[in-house]
């Protein structure tokens, strides 16, 4: 996945709307959160959210109870800055996920757009899911999207692994619903297309 020096040298010699995973608004995300009837009411947690304009489109929304976990402080910073007085409201957590504490049954969503993919150790896999089953509540979302098979086999100087939908839901297990899944082709700021997949789970067990 990277360490914390690593990412933090990836923010710190780049603008956060130059590394090649920025989009001005999550769409795909607000459309799936949408499709499976989220509301504002609920817990979210977006995993490597960064500098991502995720957190502003949730508390437009009306959002009240939104966490952001990095590695990387100066991305979390980033978005901090840009949220102004409205920050205050977020909890802002500079942690791995894979060893993060966090409080059972916390999360009604884990969204995740394009930290799964760096895992390419089957045991961190396997760390990553047992923080989902210990974080979100039986009956919650998971909202995930990695590189597609046809995607890019590197990211930021690392290697990735590309998935299917079917693919992403093997990895999760039985305690996963899938709900659905789409494809995405993003646009990076250089204009490279980059294939991603999406897939969207219900935690049930």
Avoid at 72 to 98: H, I, K, Q, Y
Avoid at 111 to 136: C, G, I, S, W
Avoid at 153 to 166: I, Q
Avoid at 173 to 179: N, T, W
């Amino acid at each position: 996945m990277g360490s914390q020096e690593h990412w933090e040298g990836v923010y710190s010699r780049r603008e956060v709307t130059d590394v090649s995973w920025y989009t001005p608004h999550l769409a795909r995300s607000l459309e799936v959160m949408d499709e499976v009837g989220i509301g504002s009411n609920a817990a979210v947690i977006d995993v490597g959210g960064g500098a991502s304009t995720l957190v502003d489109d949730l508390l437009d929304r009306g959002f009240r109870d939104v966490t952001v976990l990095d590695l990387a402080s100066t991305a979390l910073d980033a978005s901090r800055a840009r949220l102004g007085e409205r920050a205050a409201s977020v909890t802002w957590r500079v942690d791995n996920v894979l060893t993060a504490d966090f409080e059972p049954a916390r999360y009604d969503v884990w969204h995740d757009r394009a930290v799964f993919h760096f895992l390419t150790d089957p045991a961190d896999r396997d760390r990553y899911v047992a923080q989902v089953l210990k974080a979100v509540k039986p009956g919650g979302h998971v909202i995930l999207a990695t590189f597609a098979l046809d995607g890019p086999d590197r990211c930021s100087g690392l290697p990735v692994a590309r998935y299917d939908a079917d693919g992403i839901h093997a990895a999760f297990g039985p305690r996963f619903e899938k709900l659905g899944s789409l494809a995405e082709t993003h646009n990076t700021p250089a204009g490279k297309p980059q294939a991603f997949t999406w897939c969207y789970c219900l935690r049930v067990g």
